[in-house]
């Protein structure tokens, strides 16, 4: 059971604070910050939280995005305008699951972008 569904949308940071290769607004709660490894998958860089702050995990705490998942979620990035569906938002909860002990998962669980439930 999740929280509730929130929006996605490609987020543009200003100036070279928050390098990634992408950026996605997670409703108005979060922002996660994507690079892409050298299989051209994405990794997580960094995910902040209204309340919480900015969680930057190690390298070795997280694990790339499957291939198939980093390819939608790249092409949707790209065009936009399938970003905010309930495919991506499907795929960026089970990445953020896999990776809710390292995630700071009382943010993620609070705005719903984890389930609840274990």
């Known amino acids: 059971m999740y929280a509730d569904d929130f929006a996605i949308s ?9 390098p990634c290769a992408y950026s996605l607004a997670l409703g108005d709660v979060a922002f996660a910050d994507f690079d892409v490894d050298s299989g051209g998958s994405l990794i997580l860089v960094r995910i902040s939280f209204d309340g919480y702050g900015c ?10 995005m499957p291939a ?17 569906s309930d495919r991506i938002r499907s ?10 002990d390292v995630l700071w998962e009382d943010a993620l669980v609070e705005w719903g972008l984890v389930s609840v439930d274990r």
């Open 68 to 84: 198939g998942d980093s390819r939608e979620l790249i092409d949707s990035i790209a065009s936009d305008e399938s970003l905010d």
């Open 91 to 100: 795929t960026l909860r089970s990445y953020f699951e896999a990776h809710r």
């Open 55 to 64: 969680c930057t995990p190690t390298a070795a705490d997280v694990v790339p």
């Open 10 to 18: 490609r987020n543009r940071w200003s100036g070279e604070t928050r």
